[in-house]
């Protein structure tokens, strides 16, 4: 059984990978509807970290990981994964 703590840790870490994913764009060239895509995903992130504080632990992982799936997306559009 995973405790809190262990939940936390692991949205925590989710949050920390998607931040180093995000980085990538910053050196491609992405079109208008690919911004929007990541700045979706960027609120979903940013979402996540608004629901940990309400110890919303389901509702955050939902979150970090939604903001995964739209970044992943434009990802593989642009063959980074």
């Known amino acids: 059984m995973v405790n809190r703590m262990d939940e936390i840790k692991r949205i925590r870490k989710d949050v920390e990978l998607f931040a180093k994913n995000i980085k990538e764009f910053e050196s491609i060239k992405i079109n208008k509807g690919e911004e929007k895509i990541v700045?979706?995903?960027?609120?979903?992130?940013?979402?996540?970290?608004?629901?940990?504080?309400?110890?919303?632990?389901?509702?955050?992982?939902?979150?970090?990981?939604y903001a995964h799936g739209l970044l992943d997306a434009v990802r593989l559009l642009h063959k980074l994964i």
């Open 39 to 65: 700045q979706m995903a960027k609120n979903y992130s940013n979402d996540t970290l608004y629901y940990l504080e309400k110890q919303d632990k389901l509702t955050a992982f939902g979150c970090i990981t």
